[in-house]
């Protein structure tokens, strides 16, 4: 038997216009040349800049490197521990066109709804398949899929099985079944019809994360992602994740760090980059990783709630264990809109982990909505305040979009007065998606230009991080902000007098940290 496993990234981007008319465009130099010639008095190209001369290295080098992705491969460690032959395709390139499989025929296709976050993704994606594998039986598995199990099995008559929540004891009984080798009624977590057409679903089974080998890696990875952890203990009405696993697990700080280890000595791993939604909770645990962690000397980066940054000493431990890195979704900094979003979370405990980390060894990425289904520009003007007046580092601000149908927000659309148009196009009884993009682009405005240490999250994917290894992490953070000002130079400012003053004020300021033209 041959199989297909179909996983990886959804096809969204919310911000893809973002960069538009801005020298980060894909040919904004060529675009705006003109303009800058009249700014500036010549062409600039982001691609000009060297750090240490005109013979120096360029500063923004094309990224190379690659995380695995987590999904798809412990989706590969479970379909290994069968002996059945297999292909990876990312989904990625179905999203692009760029290629296709490699290995014609496939008798099963097993897809990932992991990152499929509603029903016209779905359904594109099951036309791609039908047409190129109609003879296939279809698997589906991951977040989209377990929380519309009985939807999906009605709508889409191509799909055939649907492994709901944890998958590694149902998927191999599923493919020894499918090789006639078990009996289907054995299988947990699994959602088939009835010889009725009518919906049978098995009971469902959780493993024991703690006891459960984690996912293995192929080759070598200098970085990793990690699962610690399955479910969440918090319900944020704008994330579907607790409900799609609902029996909130954890690993031992034992067991990571075993992991970690093995991840280092078979991988070559020197960063581990925790995904979990939360990876500081709870408590009993992350006080005992604190403990063990600096022992063990491999780097990491993880995501966390503001509320556990509640004093200095949690710190200078995250310091000694090695974090690098923590990302945190303020959100807001309006309390009555954390409470709509039910993050138990309030803005004096964001306002007290950003004082605490600014400055340490610890740096700090910061995430804000804007729009969420009650907010009213009123409520958002504390988090413009907070974003233009106080954020250090890096930081994000997202319109937010109604577009994953799994989200509990929905179920307060009456009380918000919720109209959507499309994910993108929608109304609430706060404000319209229009208001939200536009109060966006003004805190990203007023951000850039007056805000001196603060740096818009949004580029940066793109290229080599440091852009300067030379220099120190608020030294890289100064030239990504120059940068971004000069990308939006024209944009911003349009063409004139006062293009020309900061475009003046910038370069100087790159020269003397060491940047140059040079030659294309």
Not at 88 to 105: K, M, T, V, Y
Request: include cysteine; charge should be negative; aromatic fraction near 10%.
């Amino acid at each position: 038997m041959k199989l297909l496993l179909m996983s990886g990234l959804g096809p969204y981007t919310a911000n893809s216009h973002s960069l538009d008319v801005t020298l980060f465009a894909e040919n904004g130099a060529r675009e705006l040349r003109d303009d800058y010639v009249q700014i500036a008095g010549r062409p600039i190209d982001l691609a000009a800049l060297r750090y240490g001369g005109q013979s120096g290295y360029p500063l923004l080098r094309p990224y190379h490197g690659s995380m695995p992705h987590l999904p798809t491969e412990a989706l590969r460690s479970i379909i290994e521990s069968t002996d059945v032959e297999y292909e990876i395709f990312d989904l990625e390139a179905l999203w692009s066109g760029a290629r296709e499989p490699d290995g014609g025929h496939f008798d099963v296709v097993a897809l990932s709804t992991s990152f499929i976050i509603e029903q016209s993704t779905l359904r594109r994606t099951l036309k791609w398949i039908s047409k190129r594998y109609p003879g296939a039986t279809l698997i589906l598995g991951g977040q989209y899929s377990n929380l519309k199990s009985a939807e999906i099995m009605r709508n889409f008559c191509a799909v055939d099985y649907i492994i709901r929540g944890d998958a590694e004891v149902a998927f191999p009984m599923l493919i020894r079944v499918l090789e006639g080798k078990g009996n289907l009624g054995d299988i947990p977590n699994l959602t088939v019809r009835g010889n009725d057409d009518s919906i049978v679903t098995s009971p469902v089974e959780y493993i024991d994360v703690n006891a459960h080998p984690s996912p293995r890696f192929h080759g070598l990875h200098s970085v990793v992602p990690y699962e610690s952890m399955r479910g969440c203990p918090f319900i944020c009405k704008f994330c579907s994740y607790p409900a799609a696993s609902p029996m909130w697990r954890y690993k031992s700080a034992e067991k990571i760090c075993n992991d970690w280890m093995e991840y280092t000595e078979n991988n070559g791993t020197n960063l581990v980059r925790a995904m979990d939604s939360t990876f500081t909770v709870p408590p009993k645990r992350f006080k005992r990783l604190l403990e063990v962690l600096p022992n063990l000397g491999i780097d990491w980066e993880a995501y966390s709630r503001a509320n556990v940054i509640k004093e200095k000493e949690i710190v200078d431990n995250l310091e000694a264990a090695r974090c690098k890195l923590l990302f945190i979704g303020f959100e807001s900094m309006s309390d009555r809109t954390l409470r709509l979003m039910n993050k138990r979370v309030s803005s004096a405990q964001n306002e007290r982990a950003h004082t605490l980390l600014e400055g340490s060894g610890v740096d700090l990425r910061t995430s804000f909505m804007v729009g969420y289904p009650g907010e009213t520009p009123e409520d958002y003007e504390l988090t413009h305040r907070f974003i233009v007046d106080r954020v250090r580092g890096r930081f994000g601000v997202h319109v937010f979009m109604l577009a994953d149908e799994t989200m509990p927000v929905w179920e307060d659309a009456e009380t918000h007065q919720i109209d959507v148009t499309n994910s993108g196009t929608w109304s609430h009884i706060g404000m319209d998606s229009v208001t939200a993009h536009e109060l966006r682009e003004r805190t990203l405005f007023e951000a850039r230009w007056k805000n001196e240490e603060g740096v818009l999250s949004l580029w940066q994917l793109s290229y080599e991080r440091p852009l300067v290894p030379d220099l120190n992490l608020q030294k890289n953070y100064r030239i990504e902000k120059l940068l971004e000002r000069l990308a939006f130079l024209r944009k911003d400012w349009g063409v004139g007098e006062a293009s020309t003053h900061r475009f003046r004020s910038i370069f100087d300021e790159l020269r003397s940290m060491g940047i140059e033209e040079a030659a294309v």
